[in-house]
C-alpha cells in the first residue's frame, strides 16, 4: 500500500515568511508525529497526535510553531515568521499500533 | 529525561568486514529499542526493533540484542556489503509517552569494495 507522503520534498523561503508542510499518513493509521532533522544533529521529536488530538507538543521550539490534524488523516506543520535556525528537513511519521513508527520522506525546509 | 548514545561516525569498513555500532540508552522504565537506515537519497526505514530485555532483533542479516543490565542495544553484522552503506540510527520509545522516538545522533557508514 501507499507509505507516508509529505510536501513539498523541498521548500525555500525568506526570513520571516509563514510556512505550512503536510503530511499525509498511511491511510488507517491513528498515530501521527513530527521530527526535525537539523544539519549534523540527530533527529528532534515536535509533537505527536492520536487521532485529531495533540497529547504531547513538548517538542515544539517556540510559539512561531504549531500543528493540526484532520479527520484523522492529513496533518499540517506550520511556521509563522520563519528564522534561520529552522532550516532542516521535517519528517513525519505514523503508527497504526504496536510500536513501529513508518516515516515520510521529509521536507527540506531553507531559510534565507 | 531519556536519551540515545551512540558511537561517532563515520566507520569505515572493507567488504565483508565485521560491522559493530555501538548504542547506549538511559531510560526509565523498559523502553522499546530501534534500529532505524537512512540510505542515501532515501527515508528513514525501521531495520529491527526488540521490546523486551533479551529479545533480539534482526533482519537483513543484522542483529542486535536488548541488555537491560548494561543498557545498550549494540547493531551488528557479520560481513558488510557496499549496499550497506548508509546512516543508522538507534532510538528507543515508551508506549506511555505515546511511542514518540528519542534518537541518537546517527552513525555513517561507508563500506568499500
Known amino acids: 500500500g501507499a507509505g507516508v507522503s509529505q510536501s513539498p520534498s523541498n521548500k525555500v523561503t525568506e526570513k520571516g515568511k509563514d510556512v505550512e508542510l503536510r503530511c499525509d499518513p498511511i491511510?488507517?493509521?491513528?498515530?501521527l508525529y513530527w521530527y526535525r532533522q537539523r544539519l549534523g544533529q540527530g533527529l528532534e521529536f515536535l509533537i505527536y497526535?492520536?487521532?485529531?488530538?495533540?497529547?504531547?507538543k513538548s517538542g515544539l521550539p517556540s510559539d512561531r510553531f504549531s500543528a493540526e490534524r484532520t479527520g484523522e488523516s492529513v496533518s499540517t506543520l506550520t511556521i509563522q515568521r520563519t528564522q534561520q535556525e529552522d532550516s532542516a528537513v521535517y519528517l513525519c511519521?505514523?503508527?497504526?499500533?504496536?510500536?513501529?513508527?513508518?516515516f515520510g520522506p521529509g521536507t527540506r525546509l531553507t531559510v534565507l | 529525561g531519556d536519551s540515545v548514545t551512540q558511537m561517532e561516525g563515520p566507520v569505515t569498513l572493507s567488504e565483508e568486514a565485521f560491522l559493530t555500532i555501538n548504542c547506549t540508552y538511559t531510560?526509565?522504565?523498559?523502553?522499546?529499542l530501534f534500529w532505524y537506515v537512512q540510505y542515501p537519497g532515501e527515508g528513514l526505514q525501521l531495520l529491527l526493533k526488540?521490546?523486551?530485555?533479551?529479545d533480539k532483533g534482526s533482519n537483513k542479516g543484522f542483529e542486535a540484542t536488548y541488555r537491560k543490565e548494561t543498557t545498550s542495544f549494540h547493531l551488528e553484522k557479520g560481513s558488510v556489503q557496499v549496499s550497506d552503506s548508509a546512516v543508522y540510527f538507534c532510538?528507543?520509545?515508551?508506549?506511555?509517552?505515546?511511542?514518540?522516538?528519542?534518537f541518537g545522533a546517527g552513525t555513517i557508514l561507508r563500506v568499500k569494495s
Open positions: 532510538a528507543l520509545s515508551h508506549p506511555e509517552y505515546g511511542n514518540k522516538l528519542v
Open positions: 491511510s488507517g493509521h491513528t498515530a
Open positions: 511519521a505514523s503508527r497504526l499500533e504496536a510500536d513501529t513508527q513508518y
Open positions: 531510560a526509565t522504565g523498559y523502553p522499546s
Open positions: 497526535f492520536q487521532g485529531n488530538s495533540a497529547p504531547d
Open positions: 526488540a521490546t523486551k530485555a533479551d
